[in-house]
Structures are given as structure tokens and as C-alpha cells.
């Protein structure tokens, strides 16, 4: 590779922890994924919400939650 030429980006380690759901007045119900991140960061996010500055929630399901990058490629997470 080039001097100057930028590499690929970093590897960001995140792992799901938990999930929790709160039950809705329409019976539905709404997630929050728990998720780790690098130097001890700790994200609590819903649908849409962004997790470091490469990734936006796609969806919380209730075992697993799936990120999706600013190219569209996903990465799901799962509770181990």
C-alpha cells in the first residue's frame, strides 16, 4: 500500500449483552440492545440508533441485534 494511502478501517469489538424489552400500550413490544464496546464503552440502543461512528442498529431482536454500516453491510451480534 501507498505512503498516505488510508488502510482499511479499524476493527471495532462489540458484543451483545443483554437485551431488554419493554412491553407496549398497543401490546406490542419495544428493544433495547446492551451492547460492549472498546475501553469499556457501554451502548443501550433501540431501531436506527447509532453504535460507535461505523454503525446504526437495523433491528433488536430478542436473542440478537444486527448493525448495519454506512456501505450497507451488516453484522449481527448474538448473546452467547
Given at each position: ?31 433495547t440492545a446492551i451492547i460492549a464496546g472498546p475501553a469499556g ?13 461505523s454503525y446504526r442498529v437495523g433491528a433488536v431482536l430478542p ?18
Open positions: 500500500m501507498p505512503e498516505g494511502s488510508p488502510g482499511p478501517p479499524p476493527i471495532v469489538t462489540l458484543s451483545l449483552i443483554g437485551v431488554a424489552t419493554s412491553a407496549l400500550a398497543d401490546g406490542g413490544a419495544e428493544r464503552a457501554l451502548y443501550m440502543v433501540r431501531d436506527g440508533d447509532a453504535v460507535t461512528t436473542e440478537s441485534v444486527r448493525l448495519v454500516d454506512a456501505t450497507g453491510a451488516s453484522l449481527s451480534l448474538t448473546m452467547r
